[in-house]
């Protein structure tokens, strides 16, 4: 009766998540076929590819579904159980996934370092001459010997499935910018456990996988208690470096931070409680037991009160870190922009001396530019005196009064050169009395014309 139970266990298991099962599951007659073992390919080659095929998809929807890539013949016996069978041909599948590289031994996958970015070593050298050789030497072993050199309990990883988590992984870190820091191993499965469908079983692999492209740098910390696996994802189109000291320093500073907002969360716990008691037994007429509990109560104030201080001393020495990689990065720029601006110049071909010629040369021209304005500016000296002039206009003004008949004896005589020598302060204004000889001459024609009109 026991082994039907547990029969019984595996069909309910089955049937809890069956959406990797395809829609010919039901089918009796076609499910027959494609749980007996192979016939040979000669006999019907589409047949036999056909049925390929069909595994081959069916054991990729369950890793998808389970959220893990790892896998063996064991396992897949009873996760692909109908009524009471298993399938009898999963060991020419899965040697024909391996002989194609679709599966790799877990032993084999895991082993594998990393190589090339960082150099060879004599241990990365070796495994990474013997891994192939093995592989080769298993896959002859195997098309010779047969499916009966294949253990059903060792494990296998999924390559298609295994490219997916990681995919998978590497957009969960990239979309909460979590790379070039580095996380625990532990932060990384509970991370992918809320965003995605990937088990614990399923992230070592991917990890692995992201680890031997260069795309991650992990490192195991040993601890007093127990050890550390940290991991450092490298950015978008980056390959990962190796963590630093500093890194490494940094990371212990933020857990100690940590360990203190934790030690004074619990002892401001520890005064609420205590408090609890002191007025418990205030209430109760208890002043004794009060009176020792509030002494705790301020011993544990005291004790806070020391791990606030070494928590900010803590997160003052994180900031100036952050900062000095801040500065770091400025410097950086500026290095950057001094080389692109010589580089600039060298490229344009500008020089010190090259500049200072250009000066020279452009304050002579400058110079020479500004001279012969002035010369065009000069103005002649004018040879004619005016004082004569205004004597000349005079006359011809006095000789128009007179034909004009208009007494002279109404306007200043116009003074001569030898009384302007004599007193210059008593120069006339010519103009004003050359304007006053115009406008008689004005007034005396005005009339003239109007008592012609009325002669008219």
């Known amino acids: 009766m026991e082994p039907k139970a547990g029969v019984k266990e595996e069909k309910v298991e089955i049937r809890a998540d069956t959406s990797f099962l395809p829609e010919c599951w039901s089918d009796d007659r ?42 063996s013949i064991e396992m897949l016996k009873e996760k692909f159980r109908r009524n009471g069978t298993v399938p009898y041909c999963l060991h020419t599948v899965f040697e024909d996934m391996l002989k194609k590289g679709e599966i790799r031994k877990a032993s084999q996958f895991n082993a594998q370092q990393r190589s090339g970015t960082f150099g060879f ?6 495994k990474l001459i013997q891994a192939p050789l093995s592989w080769g030497y298993e896959a002859v072993i195997g098309s010779v010997i047969g499916s009966a050199n294949m253990n059903e309990n060792e494990n296998f990883i999924v390559m298609a499935v295994v490219e997916q988590h990681a995919k998978t992984v590497e957009n969960a870190i990239i979309e909460h910018e979590l790379y070039n820091k580095l996380l625990k191993y532990e932060d990384l499965i509970i991370l992918l456990n809320k965003t995605s469908t990937i088990t614990r079983q399923g992230v070592e692999p991917a990890v692995t996988l992201l680890e031997n492209c260069g795309r991650l740098t992990k490192q195991t910390i040993a601890g007093d208690e127990c050890s550390t696996v940290l991991i450092k994802f490298a950015g978008v189109n980056a390959v990962s470096q190796p963590i630093t000291s500093i890194e490494k320093s940094i990371y212990d500073l933020e857990q100690s931070e940590k360990r203190l907002m934790k030690d004074i969360n619990t002892i401001e716990h520890n005064i609420g409680q205590t408090m609890d008691e002191v007025r418990e037994y205030i209430n109760k007429g208890r002043k004794q037991m009060a009176k020792t509990y509030l002494k705790k109560k301020h011993t544990l104030e005291k004790h806070m009160q020391g791990k606030i201080n070494a928590l900010e001393t ?11 990689q801040s500065d770091k990065n400025v410097i950086e720029a500026y290095k950057l922009g001094t080389n692109a601006l ?27 530019h500004n001279e012969m304005l002035s010369m065009i500016s000069t103005v002649p000296e004018n040879d004619v005196d005016e004082l004569e002039l205004e004597q000349e206009l005079g006359d011809l003004l006095d000789i128009k009064l007179a034909e004009s008949k208009i007494d002279k004896k109404d ?6 050169t030898s009384t302007v020598e ?24 005005i009339e003239g014309y109007a008592s012609a009109d009325h002669a008219q």
């Open 30 to 71: 076609r499910m027959g076929i494609l749980l007996a073992e192979f016939r040979p390919r000669q006999l019907n080659a589409e047949s036999y590819d056909a049925k390929m095929k069909f595994w081959k998809d069916l054991i990729v929807s369950y890793c998808k579904a389970s959220g893990s890539s790892l896998i």
């Open 411 to 416: 306007f200043p005589a116009v003074p001569t």
């Open 342 to 368: 010589k580089n600039a110049y060298e490229s344009a071909g500008i020089t010190i001396d090259q500049l200072d010629e250009t000066m020279d040369e452009m304050r002579h021209v400058l110079g020479q």
């Open 121 to 126: 070593n004599l241990r990365t050298a070796t």
């Open 314 to 324: 803590l997160q003052s020495l994180l900031l100036k870190i952050h900062n000095c």
């Open 422 to 445: 004599n007193n210059i302060l008593n120069v006339p204004d010519f103009d004003k009395e050359i304007e006053k000889r115009l406008a008689a001459l004005r007034v005396d024609v």
